[in-house]
């Protein structure tokens, strides 16, 4: 039994020195023995501290990433808001929050710069330049013109051209009008800076609307001037229309005479239109039957006397709206509309009273001017109604 143990010894030396050889594990190793704890234990409990710091870094890194794409989404989103929220200034990209951007009253559209003269019965205007206009692109740019008219009788639209991708255009052009001192008195210059897009609806920059009536004419004014906000409604003159209305019970006739229209708006160039009127029957806000008048040449005053007739019953009378709108025809691109109303039981003002007029008087014709409104004005009403109807509901009657 004894040779085994100076062996036993012998085999236990070797084994010493060889772990003495690699120092490093060694030192570990030694490290690990002074712990008082099992070598199972260590490890797991090294193997939680470095899984704790991954997911701390991890974490970290995670935030990070997050932020940079909120920053990536952000620029986006105001850049729509500048286009939506028409002419919302660099200002407002400024201001942190993003809740105040679509107020701030006064918002940076931009400048122009115009002229105005008048002499013998003759306004000019002087369209010079702009700068610093609101950007309505995605590129970062607009493609700016310049319209002008007076108000209220808006017989002449000029425009300047457009200019290409510029926030500071340079126009240099002059537009007179005709326009004796009485009424110059009592007009309002409208000069509006549009953005040109060739696929959608211009938008508008902003506007000057100058009352000539307060002016010293006794010199040419230059004045460069900040653009305001564009109206909302415009209250320009588009014109008025004439018609009857006759409804018969007994045989649920609806006859519509369009009868005259006059001072409409000027849709062309020469400073006329060539109006038709549509006449068209919405049954529960669905389009249901229209029909139209011939189309009047070189005219503002046209006279039609066209009368149309519609079968509608007494159940039904009481759901259609009556949608008559003119129009000016053009040979060469889309017809414009120039304006249009709305009667029916839900309808509002003078075209109720007409309605309502048609309704008390069975068989009897029933005629009435109406002012044309614009057609965002009509749409925008229709689509409130739209909005607010509660769903019909198929009742028994
Ligand atoms: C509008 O202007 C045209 C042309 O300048 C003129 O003939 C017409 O009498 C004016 N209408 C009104 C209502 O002032
Ligand atoms: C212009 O309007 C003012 C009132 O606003 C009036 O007193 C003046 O007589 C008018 N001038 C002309 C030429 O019509
Ligand atoms: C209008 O048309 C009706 C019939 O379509 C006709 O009887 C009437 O005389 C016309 N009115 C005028 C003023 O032309
Ligand atoms: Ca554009």
């Known amino acids: ?53 991954l997911v701390c870094i991890i974490c970290i890194c995670a935030k990070c990433c997050c932020k940079s794409k909120k920053k990536i989404k952000k620029k986006p989103d105001n850049q729509i808001n500048l286009q939506g929220v028409i002419g919302s200034s660099t200002t407002s990209l400024v201001q942190h929050g993003s809740d105040d951007a679509g107020y701030g009253s006064a918002k940076n559209r931009g400048r122009l ?38 108000t209220p009788n808006k017989s002449k639209t000029f425009e300047t051209k457009v200019y290409r991708k510029t926030l500071n255009p340079v126009f240099n052009e002059h537009f007179t009008f005709k326009i004796d001192k009485a009424e110059l008195n009592e007009s309002t210059i409208v000069m509006k800076v549009f953005d040109f897009d060739r696929f959608s609806k211009h938008d508008i920059i902003g506007e000057l609307r100058l009352q000539l009536g307060i002016i010293d004419w006794n010199h040419v004014i230059e004045e460069w001037e900040d653009l305001r906000e564009p109206s909302k409604f415009e209250d320009e003159i588009l014109g008025e229309i004439c018609f009857s209305l006759r409804y018969v019970p007994t045989t649920n006739k609806l006859t519509v005479v369009i009868l005259e229209a006059k001072n409409l708006k000027s849709m062309d160039k020469g400073g006329s239109s060539d109006p038709y009127v549509k006449v068209q029957l919405a049954l529960d806000k669905k389009k249901w039957k229209r029909k139209k008048t011939s189309v009047k040449k070189s005219t503002l005053n046209p006279y039609f006397n066209e009368s149309f007739t519609f079968d509608v019953s007494f159940e039904q009378i009481q759901r259609v709206h009556l949608m008559i709108s003119v129009w000016d025809h053009d040979k060469l691109s889309r017809n414009d509309a120039i304006g249009k109303i709305f009667l029916g039981c839900d309808a509002a003002g003078n075209q109720l009273r007409h309605w309502a007029d048609m309704l008390s008087n069975p068989r009897r014709p029933v005629a009435q001017w109406h002012n044309l409104l614009s057609n965002e004005q009509v749409d925008s009403t229709l689509d409130l109604k739209h909005t607010v109807r509660i769903p019909f509901i198929n009742k028994n009657f």
């Open 113 to 150: 710069l115009y002229s105005l003269e008048y002499k013998a019965q003759e306004l000019t205007v002087g369209l010079k330049e702009a700068a610093a206009l609101t950007a309505m692109d995605r590129s970062g740019t607009s493609d700016p013109y310049v319209k002008v008219y007076i």
């Open 1 to 53: 039994m004894f040779p085994t143990i100076p062996l036993a010894k012998g085999t236990v030396t070797p084994n010493t020195t060889a772990s003495h050889t690699t120092a490093a594990p060694g030192f570990i190793d030694q490290l690990l023995n002074k712990i008082p704890l099992p070598r199972w234990a260590i490890y797991t409990i090294f193997a939680v501290i470095v899984l704790m710091f």
